[in-house]
């Protein structure tokens, strides 16, 4: 009995606008759209838009 596999396997629509994550975006996944582009995660969402997260009063990026 083999029909585990092919019942949880979800549309991929589109991947992730982020060129460094480019992960698999599934119908019906809550994502973040910027203009025609999705991505996948608040995260890609600062990537993509070239903000990175720093400790204020510090030059090094703290991821
Ligand atoms: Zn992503």
Redesign the pocket.
Known sequence: MSKVLDAVVPDVIDY?A?EE???EIFAGQPVTKIGHEL???G??LMQKLGAVTIIAGREAAAQ
């Open positions: 992730c982020n994550c480019g992960a991505v996948c995660s995260k890609c």
